[in-house]
């Protein structure tokens, strides 16, 4: 079965940076889109970034651009998003989702930015 | 803000039908037939329940059923139970450089 469960959230400081990482099983993870899609506590979905099955297209969500960046290494059936110079308003739970429509979703990793 | 707009609640009895508008503008609702509509249970992932407007993928009931007028798109539920209650988002892709845009979310209440 499709599993997505992503590791790598913590609590950092304003201006640091984090790498989340999500491990794919149960499809062939390199046949696929993928997206990170975030959702600040007590508020609503945002997507983040979206990737090609081959990594050559890349978007960005217009908060997150210049400052997240979105890849993979379809070998190792892995989806990653480095996230520098974080904000507070970066804080939220951070999920990995199978694309086109997000059809599978992993359980989520929280990232939390305070001082 | 959110790109696209959603009731901030909607509520409705066991049985009945309840309907939960999306809109947006010609740039991502009325200018594509790519919205999804997903259901978030407290403290889950969401859960896809319609993709392109109108098709509900493998296992989800056939009580919940998608479509679009314009601008406009609209998620309907019939036969409520208590199961369905719950925080209902549509997105939409988008001719914009952000890509993808989501609503801002409307809560169910079973009655």
């Known amino acids: 079965q499709v599993q997505l469960v992503e590791s790598g959230g913590g609590l950092v400081k304003p201006g640091g940076s984090l790498r989340l990482s999500c491990a794919a099983s149960g499809f062939t993870f390199s046949d696929y889109y993928m997206s990170w899609i975030r959702q600040a506590p007590g508020k609503g979905l945002e997507w983040v970034s979206y990737i090609s099955s081959s990594g050559s297209t890349i978007y960005y969500a217009d908060s997150v651009k210049g400052r997240f960046t979105i890849s993979r290494d379809n070998a190792k059936n892995s989806l990653y998003l480095q996230m520098n110079s974080l904000r507070a308003e970066d804080t939220a739970v951070y999920y990995c989702?199978?694309?086109?429509?997000?059809?599978?979703w992993g359980q989520g990793t929280l990232v939390t930015v305070s001082s | 803000q959110s790109a696209l707009t959603q009731p901030a609640s909607v509520s409705g009895s066991p049985g009945q039908s309840i309907t939960i508008s999306c809109t947006g503008t010609?740039?991502?609702?009325?200018?594509?037939?790519?919205v999804s509509w997903y259901q978030q249970h407290p403290g889950k992932a969401p859960k896809l329940m319609i993709y392109?407007?109108?098709n509900r993928p493998s296992g989800v009931s056939n009580r919940f059923s998608g479509s679009k007028s314009g601008n406009t798109a609209s998620l309907t539920i019939s036969g409520l139970q208590a199961e369905d209650e719950a925080d209902y988002y549509c997105s939409s892709y988008t001719s914009s450089s952000t890509f993808v845009v989501f609503g801002g979310g409307t809560k169910l209440t079973v009655l």
């Open positions: 392109d407007v109108s």
């Open positions: 010609s740039s991502d609702v009325g200018g594509y037939n790519y």
């Open positions: 989702a199978r694309s086109g429509p997000a059809d599978y």
